[in-house]
């Protein structure tokens, strides 16, 4: 077992790691977003206020193709439902309370879900995971988006740096040690079959929230086979 | 308009995050409903990384992401740390569209 000190140096280190890489997106977030009609005070809005990244694509993307405002934001908002998914699992992880939940839940994302999961064994190292996480995901996202809204497409193409494989291959590095359990990889392997299967024929944003019915059912099949003993009830 | 759109589904989208933290311990008391929440970020972070590894609004793609991925994949197999896993995802990708392929 390593050290609390070496331990709490990672977990910084790598929350750092991952709010360079999202910040590398927010990036082309600001870009498009004034791209796609925004002014730059709207675009850099979205990011401080919805904050959730796919749901932001979401809403750029259904305004530039002329979707009208009703659409993409039912849209972004479908999108975020995974984070309401996420908060039920980092409730009882966090044991968050008064002005900590009203501040935290604007943190739970993607990237602050999966690096307390990579560190759910340790009720510290969680919270620390959590929190550093999303603070450095906030603050590069925000700068970057607004840095991107000012420079416009000039910044250049992010596939160019192959960012749109570092954002996949982080998250699978996340999930990574999770999977190490049989039962977790075959939620995983499921998850991943229905969302390819329903990509060609659902809206963007259904085949992931769809992955969920994998997780419901993993839970009454195996119960409490799934439940890490030091990991419940930390609240 | 776009204000509103902006505004409005900002407050959805933290409203749902909200909702999540806030459901009470007692709702999550099942054994079934807490394995479930054991294993949804599981299955959505799976379901997400494939759809971003192959997925192209709504189609499937195999292009320089997934060859990426695949060696963000053998980088995990010999225990690399996180980053030089992205690393290598990015830059492999990268390379490939360099020369052209992908």
Redesign the interface.
Known sequence: MIGWQTRRAGIV??AL?VGV?TGAYGLSFGAIGVAG???VA?TC??SV????GA?QFA?VGV?AAGGG??S??VT??LL?????????????LLG?TGLR??V???L?I?ES??MT?AHEDDERARRLAFWSTGLAVFVLWNVATLVGALAGTALGDP??????????????????P?LRDRR?RW??????V???AL??????GV??????A???A???H???????GA??GS? | ??????????V???A????????P?SV?DR?????????????????????????D????VVD??L???AA??VA?LLRAP??V???????????L??VGAG
């Open positions: 280190r790598d790691g890489a009609g925004l002014t709207q809005a979205t206020l919805m904050f959730t749901s809403l305004l405002a009703i993409a934001g972004a908002v975020g439902t995974r984070n309401a998914l996420y908060g039920l699992r980092l409730s009882s968050l939940t009203a935290g839940a604007q739970v993607d879900t999966a999961l596939e160019t740096f192959g960012l749109d494989a570092a954002v996949p291959a982080a998250f699978l590095a996340l999930l990574w999770r977790a939620v995983a392997a499921a998850a991943v229905i969302a390819l990509t060609p024929v659902a809206p963007t085949p992931v929230m769809a992955a969920a994998v997780a419901l993993a839970g009454l195996w119960r409490d086979a799934l439940l890490p990991a419940r609240a | 308009m776009i204000w509103a759109a902006v505004i409005a589904s900002a959805g989208c933290y749902l995050k909200l909702l999540g933290l806030s459901v311990s999550l054994d079934w409903v807490r394995a479930s929440a054991v294993a949804l970020p599981v299955a959505l972070l799976a379901a997400l990384t494939a759809v971003q590894t192959v997925g609004a709504q189609r499937l320089a992401r060859a990426g991925v963000g994949v995990l996180f980053l896993v992205v690393g290598v995802a990015a830059a492999t990708a990268a390379l569209r360099a």
